[in-house]
């Protein structure tokens, strides 16, 4: 069964949605940084926190899920993937203007995953994969975040058969993956499996993204899809993408290209060196203490993890914004 979009199908597009429509559907050229696109990515990904359980399933498939659905038109065929294993790994599928569409929510609980990320343990790709998965560089196998790959493993094999039932199986064209926060590092792994059984990965935008893996993850990561298949938003003091800690010889280590923005949009933003691990971007900031309280504690400034593109962007990034068609959920 393939939901069938209502309310949001029948709207006229504003010519904001026709211009972010447009430009997804024409793709980014080369090598060249949009953040008009990243903008619908956003969108894309904030839209992944919306439907069960935080509000109405069936308004997320019908694209009626609030500012983020509106904000990019002419989603169609979503269906959201739910598994009940409760370690908040969630996702939809869907085509946009006809080009397929994959994008996974992030944590729930924002604190109990931040302190989880500082005693994250690394395992081998693919032994630890719930499918094959070959990842190595140079004779050295692959290492990602256990907890990053346990999630993924509970919903791959919904993923990629929810693709095939909307017409977006391996040879079906191109697919974008995308997601924020947790999300983010699913997605990464996605892509790299995905690519590995015959997908055909489209440049995308992931936002938030915490270190996924070690060195030979990004490198073969680099080597397979590209070092510029994604675009890796940073923002300001946003803690999360300088977790698990770095360490590039044993250690965590993050894939290129990062897009670092001050505080806010009109900052304007940094394409950073290609290592990842650019001195000169998220990674000049180092009181992560600091940092962290502002993500976690009542009485912190806003938590820069979940304003990305603000203000052009005006709802967080988190799903506060979801609606149950036409009622905010509370």
Request: with cysteine; hydrophobic share 35%; aromatic share 10%.
């Amino acid at each position: 069964f393939i939901p069938q979009a209502h309310h949001a199908l029948c709207e006229v597009p504003s010519s904001l949605e026709m211009k972010t429509a447009a430009l997804a559907l024409a793709g980014l050229a080369a090598g060249q940084y949009s953040q008009d696109e990243a903008f619908i990515w956003a969108n894309v990904a904030t839209a992944a926190y919306c439907g069960f359980p935080k509000s109405s399933r069936a308004a997320l498939e019908a694209w009626d899920c609030g500012p983020a659905c509106d904000a990019v038109s002419g989603m169609r065929e979503v269906r959201q993937i739910i598994q009940y294993d409760n370690n908040d790994a969630f996702a939809f599928v869907g085509k946009l203007n006809g080009e397929c569409v994959l994008s996974f929510r992030g944590t729930s609980d924002l604190a109990g995953w931040i302190a989880d990320l500082r005693s994250i343990r690394l395992v081998d790709l693919e032994g630890h994969a719930e499918s094959h998965i070959p990842c190595s560089y140079n004779g050295r196998r692959c290492r990602v975040g256990n907890g990053f790959m346990k999630n993924y493993n509970s919903i791959a094999p919904f993923v990629r058969g929810n693709l095939s039932d909307i017409g977006c199986g391996p040879s079906s064209g191109q697919l974008t993956v995308t997601g924020h926060s947790l999300g983010a590092a699913e997605a990464a792994i996605a892509m790299y499996d995905l690519k590995a059984k015959g997908w055909t990965i489209k440049q995308t935008f992931s936002f938030g993204q915490p270190r996924v893996g070690d060195l030979n993850f990004q490198q073969a990561f680099e080597r397979d899809l590209g070092d510029t298949l994604v675009y890796r938003l940073t923002h300001y003091h946003d803690p999360v993408p300088h977790l698990p800690p770095e360490n590039v010889k044993i250690g965590f280590v993050h894939i290129s290209t990062e897009v670092y923005y001050e505080e806010n949009v009109s900052s304007g933003y940094t394409i950073c060196n290609g290592s990842g691990e650019d001195p000169k971007c998220a990674d000049a900031y180092t009181n992560l203490v600091e940092m962290v309280a502002a993500c976690t504690s009542p009485f912190g400034r806003k938590c820069d993890h979940v304003t990305y593109l603000m203000p052009t962007k005006p709802t967080l990034m988190d799903g506060s914004s979801c609606t149950s068609g036409s009622h905010f959920v509370i």
